[in-house]
């Protein structure tokens, strides 16, 4: 049977991503996966420069995603199915690509943990993101700023005469395009992922990619890596070295061995041949291995804690069996990133697919029998000298220019190729992908002038890469253009000079509240609480007389400034205006879970210490609780000594 690739529509229990937060993202969300100063100095040289090495300040010019609730109802998913006698893949182009499923035919066994719902958590840099399947992360630290966002995808030529998939897009954080090529030759137990990243700059850039791959979970699962010692990440913000597979009285390698949630990144010799494998009671389940320059391999696992497994019960229907992740990466960690020079790329090559082992060999005592056992089946399965001529034969197809579209992506590629003329062959950006959110840059880039909306709206996403720093600098000088101009000088980190563009803005504004959110977020930073929650309190009361309609676009303004304005408003001990400001919004917004957290905090600051109470004792659900947030417990414990009910319990750290 030939390779065949169509395009296929899979129905799951959905809950819609809903509208972007129409507010700049000036402070990044709380990303776990950072290390305390004293830590650093602690990591071998390298580790520590590359974990030093460009991080992020913000999510600029990426807007964040918390729109999303809690119902489910079945919604049909744009999918590509990837097929021959042996495999079947299934793509979700519309949702970063996700490979959701890797089904092997001869054994009927689904390779991958395949969620069988969508629900969007707060777990990407910037904000939703889904679990499940194999994703691409790419960009910084953390899940990507793609996990719910379309890529573009299309049928290229394959080496072997066939057909595959590629997929692809603009990576905005840095600014960098990249591909991914998934390559399913005839007859084959094995998925090819040929990867290409490219700086079209004249400036180096930092570079991050880790494969992320969610593999079911039992008590008997175990993951293997040719390791002999990890870097353990536990969420307490440190990064210690320890022995593989047992460490503090547990053998690590089963991820239902440890209480709490933790990261294992394994310490590959440089001259191993690259792998990571999750096994069953039987010996089967899925190995990845790759060329040498993804040299990172990663076991993440939830453990068997109530925390965990809350957040397990939180990502997916009532019922479902729980998951680990299995990763591979660029550096040894998933805290550093690497330099990519001027011009330059990267490329690789991944394989996926199903491994059989001697199972008493593989869950015996002997881990170096148990990895010698892996990889000699992984060796008759897929000797590594194949994988390696795999990449030779994909290379010169990598540059190969699309035959037929399957999905569209975004349009910020096409203003990038727009504004630079950049050639790049195999990924196009076309023209007509541009669309309303890109309108006024291309004015700004064609004109020099930065165009004001037709009518009253909060302002569209902002770009803030140097050039276009630049271009804002030299135009007209309009509120709007103000505003803009001040969040890519707040990026760039020249802080004084965005609130002073900013000021000038708000002197000639109609529509100030925008320019007056960001001055309040400015002097949050600076120290200046007071002042901060007084512009606040003047900004959402801006805003809420401007509001037009209950359509989306304002109910999302409306909500995310009113949430800032009340927790500004608290910070002070103005609970009488948090409260105001609290009751100005719409009661539909005030039933959703986050804002009756808030209301339960405005209580307890209130000092109606039952009331908060009874706002836990009916129940709710934070749709968007942020991964490792501790709010909960928090508030918890100062209403009440009781222990924190499971439904609200998702510690991933011990107490402490």
């Not at 964040?64 to 609730?69: E, I, M, W």
């Not at 409306?558 to 001990?573: D, F, I, N, Q, S």
Request: glycine content about 10%; charged content about 25%; hydrophobic content about 40%.
């Amino acid at each position: 049977m030939a390779t065949t690739v169509r395009r296929t529509v899979l129905t799951l229990p959905a809950a819609p991503v809903g509208p972007p937060n129409p507010l700049p993202a000036l402070r990044p969300l709380d990303e776990m996966h950072s290390l305390d100063e004293r830590a650093k100095q602690e990591l071998p040289r390298e580790m520590a420069r590359q974990i030093g090495y460009e991080p992020l300040r913000t999510v600029l010019p990426v807007r964040v995603l918390d729109g999303y609730g809690r119902e489910r109802t079945p919604t049909r998913l744009d999918a590509i199915v990837i097929e021959n006698e042996r495999l079947r893949a299934t793509v979700l182009p519309g949702l970063g690509g996700r490979i959701h499923s890797l089904h092997h035919k001869p054994t009927g066994r689904e390779l991958l943990y395949a969620n069988p719902v969508f629900q969007p958590a707060d777990f990407a840099l910037n904000g939703a993101w889904f679990s499940g399947g194999i994703e691409w992360n790419v960009g910084a630290t953390g899940h990507t700023t793609l996990s719910c966002a379309p890529l573009h995808a299309a049928l290229v030529p394959a080496p072997d005469g066939g057909e595959m998939v590629r997929l692809w897009e603009w990576e905005r954080l840095r600014d960098l395009p990249f591909q991914v090529d998934l390559w399913l030759p005839a007859d084959s137990d094995f998925l090819h992922v040929g990867v290409r990243i490219r700086n079209p700059h004249e400036w180096p850039a930092p570079v991050y990619w880790w494969s992320n791959i969610a593999v079911e979970e039992h008590e008997s699962t175990r993951v293997l890596a040719p390791a002999e010692e990890a870097w353990q990440f536990g969420y307490e913000r440190s990064l210690r070295r320890v022995p593989v597979p047992e460490w503090q009285g547990a053998d690590r390698t089963y991820p239902l061995r440890g209480e709490y949630p933790a990261d294992y990144f394994y310490e590959v010799p440089d001259e191993a041949r690259k792998w990571i494998a999750s096994l069953d009671a039987d010996g089967l389940g899925l190995i990845q291995t790759s060329t040498d320059v993804l040299r990172g391999r990663k076991l993440f696992l939830w453990g068997s804690g109530r925390g965990g497994r809350r957040w397990q019960q939180w990502l997916t229907a009532p019922g479902t069996g729980g998951y680990a992740e299995i990763q591979a990466g660029l550096a040894r960690t998933q805290l550093e990133h690497v330099r990519l020079d001027a011009g330059g790329e990267l490329s690789w090559l991944e394989s996926y697919g199903p491994l059989a082992a001697d199972p008493g060999a593989v869950h015996g005592d002997d881990w170096g029998a148990a990895r010698v056992e892996v990889e000699a089946r992984l060796s008759e399965a897929l000797p590594r000298a194949e994988v390696d001529a795999a990449y030779e034969a994909w290379r010169p197809y990598a540059d190969g220019e699309p035959a037929e579209s399957l999905a569209t992506g975004s349009g910020w590629g096409a203003l990038e190729v727009l504004r630079a003329g950049y050639k790049l062959p195999g990924t196009p950006f076309a023209e007509s992908t541009l669309g309303e959110e890109q309108a006024p840059w291309a004015e700004l880039l064609t004109t020099g002038v930065f165009p004001e909306p037709r009518g009253v709206t909060p302002p569209g996403p902002s770009l803030v890469a140097p050039y276009w720093r630049d271009m804002l600098e030299t135009a007209p000088a309009e509120p709007l253009t103000e505003y803009h101009l001040g969040i890519a000088q707040w990026h760039a980190g020249d802080l004084a000079q965005a609130v002073r563009s900013w000021e000038r803005g708000l002197h000639r504004a109609s529509s100030r509240w925008p320019l007056l959110r960001c001055l309040a977020v400015a002097d949050q930073e600076g120290g200046h609480l007071v002042r901060a929650a007084e512009r606040y309190a003047e900004a959402f009361d801006d805003l809420c007389q401007e509001r037009r309609d209950d359509g989306e676009t304002w109910t999302a303004a409306t909500a995310a400034l009113g949430r800032e304005a009340v927790a500004a408003l608290l910070a002070v001990g103005r609970t009488a205006e948090a409260r105001a400001a609290f009751s100005r919004l719409r009661p539909a917004v005030r039933q959703r879970g986050r804002f009756r957290l808030i209301d339960a905090q405005l209580l307890l600051a209130e000092g109606r210490t039952e009331a908060a109470r009874a706002v836990f004792d009916a129940g709710f659900e934070v749709a968007d609780l942020r991964e490792g947030a501790e709010i909960l417990g928090e508030l918890w414990s100062q209403l009440t000594d009781e222990a924190l009910p499971d439904a609200y319990d998702y510690r991933m750290r011990p107490p402490g």
